[in-house]
């Protein structure tokens, strides 16, 4: 399953499931699960674990020293869950000491040609990257987030999970859970509707989604107000709990 020309550190861990292709190098301290696809060209550096059936396209970077100036060499990781499709010139740093020393990519996603995760970014499940998505260091994406093609982050943003940034938008803030954006810098466009109903969400769940955005970004009220009100509607309304979430764990502001 391995590929004659394919360069395989004999310290790396890689399950006899694992196919690696012509003049991929793998690193020590490099660990893959089962059924992963490793295409040619690929490197793979270290401390970095890659889980189970994915698959990573031709040219892509993975596990390489942060591009952080602060860096001095310490041992710090990368973790990539199961089932993730990583396609062609992907760059996907290690953590660094200043953080939490490792860059994490959850289960099911979608990572198109030529995006890049910097350090300490933490990625969760079923997102989708499209080409030349970039995000810098620290930044959080929540699980089913979206990020349309060029889209760029500024270091520590979170995106909420659901959603979802158009086509060359730049986020400079964080942007809560089902929220729409684009532009440069993103401003709030509306509810990722379309998205949530192929995810199963019902339209009585849709509309007081809608109701809640209308509630932050339309009726003039002060965050912390507007905060209050949705802690009400929440106790009903459990699909607003992620949004509400999004709202309180805001490091750097809110897309307004």
Sequence with gaps: MIHERAVVSPDARVHGEVTIGPYAIISADVEIGAGTRIEAHVVVKGPTVIGAD???????????????????????????????????????????????????????????????????????????????????GHVRVGDWAILGGFTTSHQFCHIGPHALTSMFTYITRDIPAYVVVSGRPAVPRGVNAEGLKRRGFSAEQIRNIREAYRVLYRRGLKLEDAKQALAERAETQEELTLFLASLNGSSRGLVR
């Design 54 to 136: 994915n698959h990573i396209f031709q040219f892509a970077s993975i596990g390489d020293d942060p591009q952080d100036k602060k860096y001095a060499g310490e041992s710090t990781t990368l973790t990539i869950g199961d089932r993730n499709t990583i396609r062609e010139c992907c760059t996907i740093n290690r953590g660094t000491s200043q953080d939490r020393g490792d860059t994490s990519i959850g289960n099911d996603n979608w990572i198109m040609a030529y995006a890049h995760i910097a350090h300490d970014c933490v990625v969760g499940d079923n997102t989708i990257f499209a080409n030349n998505a970039s995000i810098a």
